[in-house]
């Protein structure tokens, strides 16, 4: 809950790096934690398998790594296509 405690300082960080910020929150912290997200000013790169997340964050740019490949694209989230996964 870092997160928290920074987004009401006066010296937030320029980027914060998320990995799978989610995994074993229940839903109250995950709702603090998005909308922590929602207020920060910043970047932020977020790695994570919570499709309702990202979407809730507004995430708008997704990065694919490969085998001497990166491609970046623009993504517009919709709850439904996660249902599958």
């Known amino acids: 809950m870092l997160l928290c405690?920074?987004?009401?300082?006066?010296?937030?960080p320029d980027m914060i790096i998320l990995d799978e910020p989610t995994?074993?929150?229940?839903?109250?912290?995950v709702e603090i934690l998005t909308s922590s997200i929602k207020d920060y000013h910043g970047t932020l790169v977020v790695i994570s398998h919570d499709g309702v997340f990202l979407e809730e964050i507004g995430v708008?740019?997704?990065?694919?790594?490969?085998?001497?490949?990166v491609s970046v694209i623009?993504?517009?989230?919709?709850?439904?296509?996660?249902?599958?996964l």
């Open 23 to 29: 995994n074993n929150l229940d839903l109250q912290n």
């Open 5 to 12: 405690g920074l987004s009401i300082s006066n010296k937030t």
């Open 74 to 84: 623009e993504i517009v989230f919709s709850y439904y296509s996660f249902v599958g």
């Open 60 to 69: 708008v740019k997704e990065v694919f790594l490969a085998k001497k490949t």
